[in-house]
């Protein structure tokens, strides 16, 4: 059964870095397009990036553009997400998601999620 598992999320405050990991199965086909997604409370779950295979076609939420970078190492199966100077507006939970398209940032589109981790930021 595929399975994607998150790390790295916590309790930080404004303008603090947090580098998030997502280790993937190697149940999921490979090729996999990487992405990232969070709910805040009361919000639908929306888009922050997401990365191809190889790693030269990445996309972003306009709000964390400039200050979110997302990059895989796919000896490792990990996807990561590196969060610089957060904002109070970026405290949601964070999924890491895996789609079987070439690219995308459809939410829809995005096969396998993993249970999500908790991003808090504190001002």
């Known amino acids: 059964q595929a399975q994607l598992v998150e790390s790295g999320g916590g309790s930080v405050q404004v303008g603090d870095s947090l580098t998030l990991s997502c280790k993937v199965s190697f149940d999921i086909p490979k090729y996999y397009c990487g992405g990232w997604f969070r709910q805040a409370p009361g919000k639908e779950r929306e888009f922050v990036a997401s990365?191809?295979?190889?790693?030269?076609?990445?996309n972003y939420a306009d709000s964390v553009k400039g200050r979110f970078t997302i990059s895989r190492d796919n000896a490792e199966n990990t996807v990561y997400l590196q969060m610089n100077s957060l904002k109070p507006e970026d405290t949601a939970i964070y999924y890491c998601?895996?789609?079987?398209?070439?690219?995308?940032?459809?939410?829809?589109?995005?096969?396998?999620w993993g249970q999500g981790t908790q991003v808090t930021v504190s001002s």
């Open positions: 990365i191809n295979w190889s790693s030269d076609r990445w």
């Open positions: 998601a895996a789609s079987r398209a070439v690219f995308t940032s459809q939410q829809g589109r995005f096969e396998y």
